[in-house]
C-alpha cells in the first residue's frame, strides 16, 4: 500500500528526493512518517508530517524536508546536504493518529552517500 521510491548513489553534499505513493490508503487521513536503518544499526525516526505540523529528527533537521501532495497520496522527503552518515535504506509509514503504531510500512528505498 505504499510504494517508496527515489533512493541512489549521490556524493556528499548532493541531494535526493523520496517520494511514498500510497495505495488502498488516503494518506491525508494518516500521520505519513519517514524511517531508515543505516548498516549494523538499529531503524531510527527521521521525520513525519501531519496537517499543519512537520518534526524532524535532529540529525537531519535543516537538511531535509518532508512534504505532501494530497492529490497525489503521495509524500516526499527532499534530502539536501547529504551525508555518508545517511546512507541508510529509507522508509515511509502510515499511523492513523498520534501515539499510534505505525500500521502501513512501504518496501524501503536504498540511499548511499559517498564521501
Known amino acids: 500500500q505504499l510504494q517508496a521510491s527515489g533512493g541512489g548513489l549521490v556524493q556528499a553534499g548532493g541531494s535526493l528526493r523520496l517520494s511514498c505513493a500510497a495505495s488502498?490508503?488516503?494518506?491525508?487521513?494518516?500521520?505519513m512518517g519517514w524511517f531508515r536503518r543505516a548498516p549494523g544499526k538499529e531503524r531510527e525516526f527521521v521525520a513525519d508530517?501531519?496537517?499543519?505540523?512537520?518534526y524532524y529528527a535532529d540529525s537531519v533537521k535543516g537538511r531535509f524536508t518532508i512534504s505532501r501532495d494530497n492529490a497525489k497520496n503521495t509524500v516526499y522527503l527532499q534530502m539536501n546536504s547529504l551525508k555518508p552518515e545517511d546512507t541508510a535504506v529509507y522508509y515511509c509509514?502510515?499511523?492513523?493518529?498520534?501515539?499510534?503504531?505505525?500500521?502501513?510500512w512501504g518496501q524501503g528505498t536504498l540511499v548511499t552517500v559517498s564521501s
Open positions: 508530517i501531519s496537517p499543519g505540523r512537520t
Open positions: 488502498k490508503l488516503t494518506i491525508s487521513s494518516y500521520i
Open positions: 509509514a502510515a499511523a492513523p493518529g498520534w501515539g499510534e503504531a505505525y500500521d502501513y
